[in-house]
Structures are given as C-alpha cells and as structure tokens.
C-alpha cells in the first residue's frame, strides 16, 4: 500500500468519527479563527467588557510576515502566512491557508482573510474573507460602525448566488475574531493572571478571558522559546463541551505567538511558527 493510499485509508477511518465530515474543513486560515469561534459560539447574556489598551510601549509591528505548518492530527495538513502591515493609525493584518500535500488531494481549501484595527486602542473596523473550502466559496465582510453603533454584515455565496444583509448592535470598542489572537500579544502577561477582550463573532459578541497558565519551552522548526502558555475560555453551557485552546506566547516584550493548538473530539490541530521575517 503506497504512503497516499494508507493515508487515505486513515482519513476515511478518521471521518466514521462523530462530526468529523468534510465539516471539519481542514484550513489554515479558519483554524486561526476558531482558536477563538470555538470558545465563543452562542455566548448570550454576558457582560461585555472593555478592550483594554495596548500596555504602555508596546507597538504593533510596521510590517511583519509569519509562517506556520499546520498539523492535523498526525498529518501534514496546510500553511498559514500572516502578514501585519501599518497604514497610519491602523494596523492591516492578512492570513492566507491553503491545505498541502494529501489533505489537499482530499478537500482543497484556499482561504483569504483581512482586517484592520486601530493600533492605539484596539478596535476592529473591518474584517474580510474570502473561502474557498472544496465546492463552498462564500465572501464575507463585517464592518464595524462606532459612530452608529452597530456592526454590519454583507455574505454573498459564488456558488448559489445567495447573499444576506444584517445589521446588529454593538456596545463599543471590539476586536475581531482573527485579531484577536494577535491583539493579546499588545497585553501584560503574568502567570496565574488573566485579562478579557470582547470578540466580535459575525452578529455576536463574546466576552473571551485570555487565561496565562504556565512558562513551557516550546521547540518549533524556527527555534526553542521560552513561551507563557495562555487559554482562552469563556462561561458558557456549550462551550465547556467544545474542546480546549491553547496558545503559546513568547515569554518576552514581544509575546510572539509561536504554537496554538486546539484539541477537541475531531483531533487536534497544532501550528508552529516556521518563519518570521520583517517584510
């Protein structure tokens, strides 16, 4: 039996398992969302509480590009390219995952994220996708209107030609689900504290307590780090039963994302930092 095949093999015996579908939609650029969508689906009620500030020194990078492998369960499954870029008092943050080898013989998946957020406070304006995820394409845009106080979101379908239109209000200053994980980095880090940031999630929003837990050495194919390990968790009934997320900041100034992983009943997926370069 050839590598691929016994791969294959593994993957349809994988995909018995509950839920584990083409659902799963193996992505780069969506896993970097659901590092935070998993912990915060259907979260109603909660008090939002404010987006803190940038600690005093701290700066968002001018421009900065990062890699990382992503690993499904035993596999090689895609790459994920972030890019940071500054335009003036906002920061332009850009993901592209695009599965690999085998999983990509499988299920393609080429996935285009962006969004901008104010480099002083935090707050998103705009978050764009654009999937491509086997014969689903679907572009998306939410725009956040703080003068109007509301989020808006237009979704149009490629394939069924459907579109929506929704308008929801907001209490304030938010960040967005992608940003989000890279925004914690602008917050101090001491173990045993936590520190909360309110998500927008498409019509939601999610109160999502950043948790440091631990310092661990991380080894990745770029090098060792000394990490703080942080979790991200929020009160909400079904969320205890969606699994956990971790990810690993470096233990200095930068509090650089090095690893993320998250581990629920349909395996786990890890990316590890595999470039970074100022460009």
């Not at 593994?10 to 584990?20: A, T, Y």
Request: charge should be positive; proline fraction near 5%.
């Amino acid at each position: 039996m050839s590598g691929f095949e016994a791969l294959r093999v593994k993957l349809i015996e994988c995909m018995k398992e509950p839920c584990l579908t083409v659902k799963t939609r193996t992505t780069a650029a969506t896993i970097f969302c659901a590092l935070v969508i998993a912990l915060a689906l259907q979260i109603h009620g909660q008090q939002t509480p404010a987006l803190p500030a940038p600690r005093p020194g701290f700066s968002f990078p001018q421009r900065q590009t990062l890699t990382y492998s992503v690993d499904w369960r035993v596999f090689p499954a895609a790459t994920a390219v972030v890019h940071f870029e500054a335009a003036g008092d906002r920061e332009r943050l850009t993901v592209s995952g695009d599965t690999i080898g085998a999983i990509n013989m499988l299920f393609h998946v080429s996935d285009h994220f962006q969004t901008t957020f104010d480099r002083n406070q935090g707050c998103s304006y705009e978050f764009d996708k654009q999937t491509v995820e086997g014969r689903r394409r679907v572009n998306s845009t939410l725009r956040l209107d703080y003068g109007q106080g509301k989020s808006i979101l237009d979704e149009r379908n490629l394939v069924t030609g459907q579109s929506k239109h929704i308008e929801v209000g907001v209490p304030g200053c938010l960040t967005d689900l992608l940003s989000g994980v890279f925004y914690a980095s602008s917050q101090p880090m001491e173990i045993g504290h936590s520190f909360a940031l309110p998500v927008v999630d498409a019509m939601h929003t999610v109160a999502v307590t950043m948790k440091v837990e631990s310092r661990e050495e991380i080894k990745t194919p770029l090098g060792t780090f000394k990490t703080l390990r942080v979790q991200p968790t929020a009160d909400a009934g079904v969320v205890k039963n969606r699994g956990n997320i971790w990810i690993w900041y470096t233990d200095d100034e930068r509090h650089l994302p090095v690893q993320m992983r998250a581990r629920s009943f349909w395996g786990t997926i890890t990316f590890r930092l595999t470039g970074n370069d100022n460009r």
